[in-house]
């Protein structure tokens, strides 16, 4: 006989910040604990997490610094994006079954009151394409690309990180609206892939590439009318050396300097944007948030028409999630980047 | 008697570009050579130099890099905006007495088509006016300001450069427009004139602040939200390090780094514009062109009803073009710098 109080449970995962990151992220900063199997209120969904989106502006919610969005709290769950099944509904516009994506804990089971939950179809995507080429990488993509620079047919556009997840689609909405696109990854097989899977016109290694500023003027003779900058650091550099008048550069990402304890020295910008009248634009998605319902229908209706595709990485295992959101840093993913619990 | 040949004439004074400047530019870069003066043809104006605009932005087009405007030649006439008036005419459009601006060559007389000179009303404001709150530096401030940054009642506003012949009339537009406004300047004197002349909120000494991201801190106690960036360089940086979300910073000007040979390093911007979503928009004021008659409308507005002052430097004597130019970047003038031939 079991003595009162004592219970057979299997107990939830769950990952906490542990220490706030000194530069590059260690296994040290994330502390896997575990907790009671929530149990459920009225009003509420219990998820089981299927799919866990690790991204690179992760990093900045890990520091202390105020930044677009609140920093995590230390010993509290990470939230990303992730996806999940609904196995026990005490909220009306849930059913068991239904699958689920929103901004939600690092935890193996959760509840919900069902806020800021956006119903997925299993049958139209895989399930983890809404963590990416419909979720907020491909809206990423689309926005910046299309409310910031604004393609006209002809231009050149260049993109960095190019073979990441929201390179990869960016360049491809270049292709769809008749832009000459440059990619610049970090590996043979990145750059091969850009033009044979993702139809890029060009690719530059810069891990292989000496003089970054001239290869960009080899690729595009006719300098660059957009820089989709993903990176910063001194491949941003050497882009803006060659950006045309009138030139525009929506600013995604810094990941090249995410780590740095101080911010990073390098050529100012102020001289080139008079010179050639350029526009430089950092965003975040959610700006853009009115314009969503446009964008997916227009990625749903080019990935339906074959006219584009996506790469993803998907890493095994809740207890890996730390580990393969450091390998962003290193640049081991090959498009999205998704942990399958 | 005189001998056949031989004529009686005043020479015409020109200033050529006798070599391009390295670094700061040295009275051995002009030249002043004579020639015979003009004589008119069919369908031209002779002009008589009255005002000669000197600017910073010459100093780019003295280099051979190109810019948005092609370099001058060397051994050719260095060119700005102009009063001048018409002395003769064989151009139906022009009449002897008229005064006109345009951009024209530094030489006390020369002809014109007429092509690009615009007719100046000498009763409706002093003369140099027109090249300093009427013209182009007026319409930079106002461009800059309204079409790029559409300033908020409430919002914060800080201009760099700011006791200029932009910056002031930047500054008073935002209090026009209900903002509050910081003026950052390099003597204590500026600084008093910007509150006691031009109604500034406040004023910062760049020259005696061991702290300048502290003291626009202080000014600024709610952020900035646009940044009219006059000058490039740590002022620079200074004011990006208070920038809010959706900060705006129209970037018109760079004289901190005009003199540079090469591009000077400063701290990278991308983290920052992601981090608040923030607009750096480079411009030269012709790119809005087709708002000039709106904004003159605006700026004669504003000075009649006396919501709008100015100040100009005037240097006499054509002999004094180049070190008034010189002066600009020793920050020697207050407002815009005119030389009265």
Redesign the interface.
């Known amino acids: 006989m079991l003595s009162p109080g004592f219970k057979i449970s299997i107990m939830n995962k769950v990952i906490v910040l542990n220490s706030r990151p000194v530069g590059k992220p260690t296994l040290k900063d994330f502390k896997f604990i575990e907790e009671d199997n929530p149990t459920l209120k009225d009003g509420e969904v219990l998820l089981k997490t299927l799919y866990v989106s690790v991204d690179p502006y992760l990093r900045?919610r890990m520091s202390e610094a105020k930044?677009?969005v609140a920093p995590f709290e230390l010993n509290k769950p990470i939230q990303s994006a992730i996806v999940a099944e609904v196995t026990d509904s005490k909220n009306g516009d849930f059913k068991i079954g239904d699958f689920i994506t929103g901004g939600l804990d690092w935890k193996q089971f959760q509840t919900s009151s069902g806020k800021g939950l956006t119903k997925v179809d299993a049958n139209a995507a895989d399930l983890s394409a809404y963590l990416g080429i419909l979720g907020m990488t491909g809206l990423t993509a689309y926005s910046g690309l299309i409310n910031i620079a604004n393609p006209q047919k002809g231009e050149t556009l260049v993109v960095s990180g190019a073979a990441g997840a929201v390179g990869s689609v960016v360049g491809q909405i270049g292709k769809i609206l008749g832009c000459k696109v440059i990619g610049i990854a970090g590996s043979d097989e990145k750059v091969e892939m850009l033009k044979s899977k993702f139809g890029f016109d060009e690719g530059i290694n810069y891990k292989t590439t000496t003089d970054m500023k001239k290869a960009i003027k080899d690729a595009a003779p006719n300098g660059v009318d957009i820089y989709f900058?993903n990176v910063?650091?001194e491949i941003?550099d050497a882009v803006l050396a060659n950006i045309n008048?009138f030139g525009r550069v929506p600013?995604?990402?810094?990941i090249a300097?995410?780590n740095d304890t101080e911010?990073?020295?390098?050529?100012?910008?102020?001289?080139?944007?008079?010179?050639?009248?350029?526009?430089?634009?950092?965003?975040?998605v959610s700006?853009y948030a009115d314009k969503f319902p446009e964008a997916i229908k227009k990625l749903s209706g080019w990935l339906k028409e074959g006219q584009l595709t996506y790469s993803e990485t998907i890493v095994n295992g809740f207890e890996n999630i730390p580990q393969a959101f450091m390998d962003l840093f290193e640049g081991k993913n090959e498009g999205k980047m998704v942990v399958k619990v």
Chains 1, 2 share one sequence.
Request: with cysteine; aromatic share 8%.
């Open positions: 900045g930044s677009y900058d910063g650091g941003s008048k600013v995604c990402g810094a300097t995410y911010i990073p020295m390098g050529p100012r910008v102020q001289s080139t944007l008079v010179k050639n009248s350029v526009l430089m634009q950092g965003f975040i700006n």
